[in-house]
């Protein structure tokens, strides 16, 4: 399954920090069904069979639903299961490196700050490139801050899609208008709610008014 523009319009990031007494699961398929178009599993503390048997789960659920499934960063995972892709940052393995072992076929999205690392990316063969923290997050404690003008620079500079990612939610995702983004990743503004699925919904429609996917 290959990344387009509408696919990348509500992409949803799991975090474990808000599951209570559901699953995974359970929480990211009534986000599908409130409206995410990809699913990122980003697992930093699960140990490696744990992770492995998490993402054959979840990697079975988007495919029931028909939408992306991107690993973060393990990228031994990530083929293991032959997901449809995977998401790496600037202090993971380089682009150029995981788009050999992945081959042409598989979605691979890179987190850039600036507009060199964002042309750099594309040149290295990224489909789509992750811009943030775009607002404060407690999501990532350590993403550094990105203004809504570089933002602008860096859609302008490529021309492959770029989503916006950091402390994104209903209440400010429409400063985003104009910027050139082809969607939103979000983490808190999905699973922290109290209905993930209704805040799916909302997140989407807002989405759609402020994206480029023409």
């Given at each position: 399954?290959?990344?387009?523009?509408?696919?990348?319009l509500?992409y949803?990031?799991t975090?474990r920090a808000?599951?209570n007494?559901?699953t995974?699961y359970?929480?990211?398929?009534?986000?599908i069904?409130?409206?995410?178009?990809?699913?990122?599993?980003?697992?930093?503390n699960?140990?490696e069979?744990s992770f492995l048997?998490?993402?054959?789960?979840?990697?079975k659920?988007?495919?029931?639903?028909?939408?992306?499934?991107?690993i973060?960063?393990n990228?031994?995972?990530?083929?293991k299961?032959?997901?449809d892709g995977?998401h790496v940052?600037q202090?993971?393995?380089k682009?150029?490196n995981?788009r050999a072992?992945l081959?042409k076929?598989?979605?691979l999205?890179v987190?850039?700050q600036?507009?060199?690392?964002?042309?750099?990316a594309?040149?290295?063969?990224a489909?789509?490139?992750g811009?943030?923290a775009i607002?404060p997050?407690?999501?990532k404690?350590?993403?550094?801050?990105v203004?809504?003008?570089?933002l602008k620079?860096?859609c302008?500079a490529?021309?492959?899609p770029?989503?916006?990612?950091?402390?994104?939610?209903?209440?400010n995702i429409l400063?985003?208008?104009?910027t050139?983004?082809c969607?939103?990743a979000?983490i808190s503004?999905?699973?922290?709610a109290?209905?993930?699925?209704k805040a799916a919904?909302?997140l989407?429609?807002?989405?759609?008014?402020?994206?480029c996917n023409?």
């Amino acid at each position: 399954m290959k990344c387009d523009k509408k696919s990348l319009l509500l992409y949803a990031v799991t975090d474990r920090a808000w599951l209570n007494n559901e699953t995974l699961y359970e929480q990211v398929e009534k986000a599908i069904k409130g409206g995410v178009t990809l699913v990122q599993l980003r697992e930093k503390n699960l140990d490696e069979e744990s992770f492995l048997n998490e993402a054959l789960e979840i990697h079975k659920l988007c495919r029931k639903y028909n939408i992306p499934f991107i690993i973060n960063d393990n990228v031994e995972i990530a083929k293991k299961i032959n997901a449809d892709g995977i998401h790496v940052g600037q202090s993971d393995m380089k682009a150029g490196n995981v788009r050999a072992i992945l081959g042409k076929d598989k979605i691979l999205g890179v987190s850039v700050q600036t507009v060199e690392q964002a042309v750099l990316a594309e040149k290295e063969g990224a489909d789509y490139l992750g811009v943030g923290a775009i607002f404060p997050t407690g999501s990532k404690a350590d993403a550094d801050d990105v203004s809504i003008e570089t933002l602008k620079a860096i859609c302008e500079a490529v021309s492959v899609p770029v989503v916006a990612i950091g402390g994104i939610g209903a209440e400010n995702i429409l400063e985003l208008t104009g910027t050139g983004i082809c969607g939103v990743a979000v983490i808190s503004a999905i699973f922290a709610a109290g209905n993930i699925q209704k805040a799916a919904t909302e997140l989407k429609k807002l989405a759609k008014q402020v994206v480029c996917n023409d």
